[in-house]
Every structure is written in C-alpha cells, then in structure tokens.
Nanobody
Framework: QVRLVESGGGLVQPGGSLRLSCAASGSIFSINAMGWARQAPGKQREVVASITSLRTTHYADSVQGRFTISRDNAKNEVFLQMNSLKPEDTAVYYC???????????????WGQGTQVTVSP
C-alpha cells in the first residue's frame, strides 16, 4: 500500500499562486508516475499534471504554462506550483501515485485524501 498526504491548499485571489505538496509513504518502491488531479463540484475528476520517475512531465491544456509539477525522488514527494490562478481552477486537488508491484501486469493507482483550492476575490 502507498499512503499519500497532500498539503498546501487554501483560498487565493484570482491571479495569485499556491504550492501543493504531497508526501508518499509505505510501499514506495516501484512508484513510477505521480501526479495531480482535480475535481470540481458536479464535474469528473481530471488529471492536470503528471511526472514520471525520470521527470518527464505532462500537463492538461487548461493549466499548461501556469502550473508546474516537480518531484523529489529522495524524499518521495511531489509538488504542484500553481500560478495565475483562475476561479475555474477551484476544485479539490488529489495527489496520485502509480505503483507496479512485482509480478503485476498493470500498475495500481493510489490516491490522497485531497486538498481544497478555492480561487475567489
């Protein structure tokens, strides 16, 4: 099992910035990709940023150029720097980690409990 704990959410004005952090513990070996997803009320959860163990990154079009994902493999942490925030970025943000157990054919995705980000004047 992998345990993920997010921190750093809160209330920010439009145009402001926030930095989310996520710490992984437990069976952290064989974790490959980590990332962030968000879910707004009444909407499906969407992945906004991901990063592999080799630090290859991918962003959703809606956050490209405003959000930056990074990772500290030594500390098993992943971060999301969010700049130029907009009201439509308001959502619960979830950290995830993909871990492929020995002998498994597919990785298992683990989720954190989520942290609220609210962008409002």
């Amino acid at each position: 099992q992998v345990r993920l704990v997010e921190s750093g959410g809160g209330l920010v004005q439009p145009g402001g910035s926030l930095r989310l952090s996520c710490a992984a513990s437990g069976s952290i070996f064989s974790i490959n990709a980590m990332g962030w997803a968000r879910q707004a009320p009444g909407k499906q959860r969407e992945v906004v940023a991901s990063i592999t163990s080799l630090r290859t990154t991918h962003y959703a079009d809606s956050v490209q150029g405003r959000f930056t994902i990074s990772r500290d493999n030594a500390k098993n942490e992943v971060f999301l720097q969010m700049n130029s925030l907009k009201p439509e970025d308001t959502a619960v943000y979830y950290c995830y980690a993909d871990r492929k157990a020995l002998g498994a054919t597919m990785p298992t995705r683990y989720w954190g409990q989520g942290t609220q980000v609210t962008v409002s004047p």
